[in-house]
């Protein structure tokens, strides 16, 4: 089963670019503090006149452009010298760096370079970059615990996610968790140049609230079980589904803090609850389903083909219309900026 989580690539009416101003409202709300943590925390030791930005899990854009120019600006405003920027895109390989490539802002003031890999290990050398940025890929896990997916384990999970219900279930996710986010963190360590900052975005949970009662996790939970309605039409194999789990996780804020002061390498200059500009989604089925599709219907397609995901996601509509009463009461879920600077 793939281990990459690709978001739909191209310029198309499903693809990331076109469905991604939710991720983006986050980047816009937090883009002051952004500004404040760079001019007060940053700490550049300049050996040369360049300055090196990196997004980890840049997808392909237009996301990834704010949030580096953001950074440039800023620094700009910081070190008004004659600095030259290098920006380092990554992604994992599946990534559709074409497009990204193909729509790089004209005018911008940096030199851009691909980097492909997985953020849970080194993709840059030692002390190479100044300033960073990983936005809304943080919930994303290496891989899910095998006894989760194997039908005959006691604490096989029926779910395509972690609901956050079954207590084995949840405690496995979050081992892995605790373990991505520690390789995620050390690799940046080692990257990250002395003084340097490392920015983090993205959703999480807060505490004591289960995924399942969030928008989010009632998506998840409408794709799951659109999938076994299509299984049970003979449409896709029951045995594989039975085996599909997303490799999601969204960590409750306690313990994403806690992870981070565990590792050590950095100090916490922010953790900041931001409130979204979009505030939570809107509950309008169509966009609702278009969004999740955008996100999870690569990896629906990539395990079970593409005209399964399109039935899929018919169905999933079709809940989101029925379930609005519900999505109404869902609990909000939390976004997050956290700063910080390497010891
Ligand atoms: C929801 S998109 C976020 C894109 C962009 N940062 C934004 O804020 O809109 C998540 C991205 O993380 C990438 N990703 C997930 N796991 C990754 C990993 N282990 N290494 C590198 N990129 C990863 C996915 O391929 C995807 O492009």
């Excluded at 615990?145 to 194997?150: A, N, S, T, V, Y």
């Excluded at 998506?219 to 045995?239: H, P, R, T, V």
């Excluded at 996601?313 to 219309?321: A, F, H, I, S």
């Amino acid at each position: 089963m793939s281990t990459t989580f690709t978001m739909i690539g191209g310029e198309g009416p499903n693809s990331y670019r076109e469905h991604s101003k939710y991720q983006r409202a986050l980047l816009e709300a937090a883009k002051e503090k952004i500004n404040e943590a760079i001019s007060t925390k940053l700490d550049i030791n300049f050996t040369s006149n360049i300055v090196n930005i990196a997004d980890f899990g840049c997808s392909t854009g237009p996301n990834t452009f704010a949030a580096v120019q953001t950074i440039v600006d800023a620094v700009e405003h910081k070190y008004p010298v004659d600095t030259e920027f290098q920006v380092f895109f990554n992604d994992t390989s599946d990534n559709d760096f074409n497009t990204l490539f193909k729509t790089l802002p004209p005018g911008r003031k940096y030199f851009a370079t691909g980097v492909s890999g997985s953020f849970f290990g080194r993709v840059l050398p030692r002390n190479s970059f100044h300033v960073g940025v990983c936005s809304y890929s943080l919930h994303y896990l290496s891989k899910v615990p095998k006894e989760i997916k194997d039908r005959d384990s006691p604490v096989w999970n029926k779910d395509i996610h972690c609901t956050g219900f079954s207590k084995d279930a949840a405690k496995l996710y979050l081992d892995q968790y605790k373990i991505d986010m520690e390789s995620f963190l050390s690799s940046r360590a080692q990257e990250l140049v002395s003084g340097g900052l490392l920015l983090l975005l993205g959703s999480c949970l807060p505490n004591g609230v289960q995924i399942s009662e969030t928008v989010n996790g009632m998506m998840m939970d409408f794709i799951g079980s659109s999938l076994n309605e299509i299984a049970k039409q003979g449409l896709i194999d029951q045995e594989k589904l039975d085996a599909f789990k997303l490799h999601v996780y969204l960590a409750h804020a306690d313990d994403l803090k806690r992870i981070i002061k565990d590792n050590g390498s950095f100090t916490i200059e922010v953790f900041e609850k931001i409130s979204h500009a979009k505030g939570e989604h809107p509950l309008d089925p169509e966009y609702l389903t278009v969004s999740f599709k955008s996100t999870i219907g690569g990896v629906v397609t990539s395990q079970f083909g593409q005209e399964a995901m399109e039935k899929t996601y018919e169905l999933v509509k079709e809940k989101t219309q029925e379930m609005l009463p519900q999505l109404a009461k869902a609990k909000p879920g939390m976004q997050y900026l956290i700063v910080l600077r390497k010891n």
